[in-house]
C-alpha cells in the first residue's frame, strides 16, 4: 500500500478543486462520494439488501436508487440511518481499500467530506484539511449546487467545526483566495508527499 493522505474539508471548502489538482499531477484520487453512488448501482447486493428493506418505493422507474427518498427517510429516524450506515459503511471502505491498494501512483489520496466523522481516517497517514471562512463556504456551496443558505447551514451542523477538522489535521490548505493560490499550495504539499513516499518505501 503506498502513503495514504486522507483529504477533507467542510462543504464548498474547495475539496473538489484541490482533488483535481492533485489528480493533474498523476496522483489517485479516490473518491469516497463516488465510491458510495458506485456500491448501490442497480443489480449491486447493497441496493437489492435497502429496497428489501425500505420498500420498492425508494427506487426510481429505471431500478436505481431514489437518494433523495431515501434522504427523506433516514433524516426523521436515527434507527434508520443507523441501519444504513451498518450495511454501507463495511462495504464502502473495502471498496476503498481496493482502490487505493491498485493505486500505481507514488502516493494515493482518498477525499472523503466524512473522513473524520466516521472510521474513513483509519485508512489514512495523513489528514490534509481544505480550510475556508463559512462565509466562503456558503458563497461556493450556494453558487455549485444551487442550494439556499438554510440548506448549506444544516448540512454544515452535521459536519466537524472548522476548528476540530483544523486541530486534527496534519496539513492544512488555507482556500481563501484565488485558485493560483490553491495550486500553489498543492505543488508544495505535492512535493512533500512525494518526498515522504520514497523514504517511506526505503524503510519498507
Not at 450506515?85 to 481499500?97: A, F, G, Q, Y
Not at 442550494?147 to 477538522?165: D, F, G, H, P, V
Request: hydrophobic content about 40%; overall charge negative.
Amino acid at each position: 500500500m503506498p502513503l495514504i493522505i486522507g483529504l477533507t474539508g467542510g462543504i464548498g471548502s474547495g475539496k473538489s478543486e484541490a482533488s483535481k489538482r492533485f489528480i493533474e499531477r498523476g496522483i489517485l484520487v479516490v473518491d469516497a462520494d463516488v465510491v458510495a453512488r458506485e456500491v448501490v448501482e442497480p443489480g449491486s447486493p447493497a441496493l437489492t439488501q435497502i429496497a428489501a428493506h425500505f420498500g420498492p418505493v425508494i427506487l426510481d422507474a429505471t431500478g436505481n436508487l431514489q437518494r433523495s427518498k431515501l434522504r427523506e427517510i433516514i433524516f426523521s429516524n436515527p434507527s434508520e440511518k443507523q441501519w444504513l450506515e451498518s450495511l454501507l459503511h463495511p462495504i464502502i471502505n473495502t471498496e476503498i481499500r481496493r482502490q487505493l491498494a491498485g493505486a500505481m501512483s507514488v502516493y494515493a489520496i482518498l477525499a472523503s467530506p466524512l473522513l473524520l466523522e466516521t472510521q474513513q481516517f483509519q485508512l489514512v497517514d495523513r489528514i490534509l484539511v481544505i480550510d475556508t471562512s463559512e462565509q466562503h463556504q456558503l458563497e461556493r456551496a450556494s453558487h455549485r449546487d444551487k442550494s439556499n443558505e438554510a440548506q448549506i447551514k444544516a448540512i454544515m451542523q452535521t459536519q466537524l467545526s472548522r476548528q476540530e477538522r483544523c486541530a486534527r489535521a496534519t496539513d492544512i490548505i488555507q482556500n481563501h483566495g484565488s485558485i493560483d493560490e490553491l495550486d500553489a499550495q498543492v505543488e508544495k504539499l505535492h512535493q512533500l508527499y512525494l518526498e515522504l513516499a520514497q523514504s517511506t518505501a526505503k524503510t519498507n
